[in-house]
C-alpha cells in the first residue's frame, strides 16, 4: 500500500528542510569567513608545489600540459641532453642508464605518466601577483601501482626548448602557442599541494583557497599569458576529376596554367634540383593543398592564406604568401589568397592545429570552426 502525506506533514518537512539548510549556510559562511581570513595579504618568492594530473584536463582547453610536455622532454633525457636530478635539492644527477632502469626495474614508461609537478615561487605584493617557474618534477606508477620517481628538471635548462617549441593543440586550443606560454597561461586543471613548508593535511580547503587568491580574484592584478583566438587549417581542394562544382575545375586549371609560365621562378624558390626534362614537359597538378590561419577580429572571421601545398609531377612543392606573390598565381583575376577566403569550391578538412581530421568530420569541423573564432 502506498502512503500518502498529509499536508500538513508536507509543510511541516518543508520547514524543517528550510531550517537545516539556513543553519547550514549560517556555519558555511561562518567557516568560510574564518578561512579566508586566514588567507595571507601578502608573501615574497614563496616556494610552491603545484600538482597536475593528466586525466584532469578538459579538452575545452585543447591543449594537455602533462602528457605533451612528458613526450617533449623523455628523448631528451634519454639522450642525456637534460640533466635529470634525484630531487628538486639538486645534489645527485641521474644519468641515462640509471633513468633507463627505472622504467626496466619497475615495467613503466615515462611517457605515459598521469601526474605532473611542477616547483614555482609565488609573490602577492599590494593587489599583484606574479610566479616564477622553478623546475619540474616527474613520476609515475609502476605495472603494479607503485609510486616510481623519476627525477626532477631544472626550468633553466629547458627554458629554450619550451619558448621555441609549440605545445600539440587540438581545434580548440590555439595554434600558435609555446610551451613556456601554455605554463604561463594557467588555464590547465591544477592543485596546490605546498605552499612554503604547509602541506596542506590539516587544512585542504586552504589550499583551494590561496589557488583562487592568486589565480582567480577579481581584486588582483595578474599577468598571465592569454592565448590567441586562432586556428591554423590544412585543406585539401578536391580535385576535379572527382568533383563536379565549376570552381574547383578553375583552380587547378589557372593554378596549373599559372606554374606553367612560372616553372623557373618556382625552382629558385624553392631550390629543387630537377631534372631537364622536367622543365620541358608539361607540369601537371595532383592535388592542392592549403594552410590558412583562420580568427576572427572583430566579429570579421579572416582566413590568412600561409602556404599552398602543390603535388606536381608526384613531387612535392611549398610556397609561402610571398612566394605565392612572387610567381603571381590567380583565380577569376582575383589574387589567390583572396579567392581562397571566400571558400565557392569544394575542400576537406584533414587537420586543425595538431589535431588530424577524418574526412566525414570534414564538414561538420568547417561549421563549427565558423561557430567558435
Known amino acids: 500500500m502506498t502512503y500518502t502525506y498529509s499536508s500538513w506533514e508536507w509543510k511541516s518537512q518543508e520547514r524543517m528542510h528550510l531550517y537545516r539548510l539556513l543553519i547550514f549556510f549560517v556555519i ?6 574564518k578561512t579566508q581570513s586566514n588567507l595571507p595579504s601578502k608573501y615574497e618568492i614563496e616556494p610552491v608545489l603545484l600538482h597536475l594530473a593528466s586525466v584532469d584536463q578538459p579538452d575545452s582547453i585543447g591543449f594537455n600540459l602533462v602528457s ?14 637534460i640533466a635529470l636530478w634525484k630531487t628538486s635539492k639538486k645534489k645527485e644527477l641521474v644519468n641515462k642508464s640509471q633513468f633507463l632502469k ?30 616564477l617557474v622553478r623546475g619540474f618534477s616527474f613520476v609515475g606508477k609502476s605495472s603494479i601501482g607503485e609510486p616510481v620517481s623519476y627525477g ?27 610551451y613556456w606560454n601554455a605554463i604561463h597561461s594557467k ?68 593554378t596549373e596554367s599559372g606554374i606553367n609560365d612560372n616553372k623557373q621562378v618556382i625552382l629558385n624558390i624553392t631550390k629543387k634540383s630537377v631534372e631537364p626534362q622536367d622543365i620541358i614537359k608539361p607540369w601537371s597538378i595532383n592535388s592542392i593543398r592549403v594552410i590558412e590561419k583562420w580568427s576572427n577580429y572583430k566579429n570579421i572571421p579572416l582566413q ?24 603571381g598565381l590567380s583565380i577569376n583575376l582575383q589574387g589567390i ?13 584533414e587537420k586543425v592545429n595538431s589535431e588530424s581530421i577524418p574526412p566525414q568530420k570534414s564538414e561538420s569541423m568547417y561549421t563549427k570552426l565558423l561557430k567558435n573564432i
Not at 68 to 81: E, T, W
Not at 104 to 123: A, G, K, M, P
Open 152 to 178: 626532477f628538471v631544472d626550468a633553466a635548462d629547458v627554458i629554450g626548448i619550451l619558448k621555441s617549441i609549440k605545445i600539440p593543440t587540438t581545434h580548440q586550443g590555439p595554434s600558435n602557442m609555446s
Open 187 to 254: 588555464q590547465f586543471n591544477f592543485n596546490v599541494v605546498q605552499f612554503g613548508n604547509n602541506d596542506f593535511k590539516s587544512n585542504p580547503e586552504l589550499s583551494v583557497l590561496l589557488k583562487n587568491q592568486a589565480c582567480y580574484s577579481r581584486s588582483i592584478n595578474r599577468n598571465f599569458y592569454v592565448p590567441e583566438k586562432s586556428r591554423r587549417v590544412i585543406y585539401k581542394i578536391i580535385s576535379p576529376n572527382i568533383n563536379s562544382n565549376l570552381e574547383n575545375k578553375k583552380i587547378y586549371t589557372e
Open 28 to 33: 558555511s559562511s561562518f567557516w568560510g569567513c
Open 102 to 131: 627505472i622504467e626496466e626495474s619497475y615495467d613503466t614508461r615515462f611517457v605515459n605518466s598521469n601526474d605532473l609537478f611542477i616547483h614555482e615561487y609565488w609573490q602577492l605584493i599590494g593587489k599583484e601577483f606574479d610566479f
Open 304 to 327: 590568412e592564406l600561409e602556404y599552398l601545398l602543390l603535388e606536381i609531377n608526384g613531387k612535392n612543392y611549398k610556397l609561402n604568401k610571398q612566394e605565392i606573390e612572387e610567381v
Open 68 to 81: 605533451s610536455i612528458h613526450k617533449l622532454i623523455y628523448p631528451r633525457i634519454q639522450n642525456g641532453d
Open 337 to 349: 589568397s583572396e579567392y581562397l577566403s571566400e571558400k565557392n569550391f569544394d575542400f576537406i578538412i
